[in-house]
Structure formats: C-alpha cells, structure tokens
C-alpha cells in the first residue's frame, strides 16, 4: 500500500514515513486488532520499545477483566500452595 502527502502538509505537521508507520500501529493496537508485540514489529521495535511508547503518548494497555481472570487462575495453577 501506499500513501501519498503533499510535501507541504507532510512539512507542516513534520510527517516523515517513521511516524507515520508508528502512528498506523498504534491506531491498530487501540482498536486491539492485534498484540502490542505484533504492533512494536511493524515498527522494528520490541514489545517493551512500543510499550515504552505507548506510555509516553499516555495510551493504556489493552488488559481487561478477561485478562485479569486469565493471569488469576495462571497464577493459581503455578502456586496451588497458596490456594
């Protein structure tokens, strides 16, 4: 695919191919299309390289309460002492 700015715009708003492809994965990582691993590949960056990004911008982790349950009983199967 490609996309095209006009030189003009792409100066104004200080546009290079860098930010915008790391603007594309984040967009998708919002919409949890896919994994914040997935999305830091796009950008040649690790999991924890976007996620340090995905911070500075303020943008939350997609980890809801199906996650949490999930990590929960993980945690529970790795330490069935303590339950």
């Given at each position: 695919?490609?996309?095209?700015f006009?030189d003009s715009?792409?100066?104004?708003?200080?546009?290079?191919?860098?930010?915008?492809?790391?603007?594309?994965?984040?967009?998708?990582?919002k919409r949890?299309?896919?994994?914040?691993?997935?999305c830091?590949?796009i950008?040649?960056?690790t999991?924890?390289?976007?996620q340090e990004?995905l911070?500075?911008?303020?943008?939350?982790?997609n980890?809801?309460a199906?996650?949490?349950?999930?990590d929960?009983t993980?945690?529970?199967?790795?330490?069935?002492?303590?339950?």
């Amino acid at each position: 695919m490609t996309v095209t700015f006009p030189d003009s715009i792409a100066e104004e708003i200080h546009l290079t191919p860098e930010t915008v492809l790391l603007d594309v994965a984040i967009g998708i990582y919002k919409r949890e299309q896919w994994s914040m691993g997935r999305c830091g590949r796009i950008v040649g960056m690790t999991r924890a390289q976007f996620q340090e990004e995905l911070g500075k911008r303020e943008i939350p982790i997609n980890y809801g309460a199906t996650d949490f349950d999930q990590d929960i009983t993980t945690m529970e199967s790795l330490f069935t002492d303590l339950t």
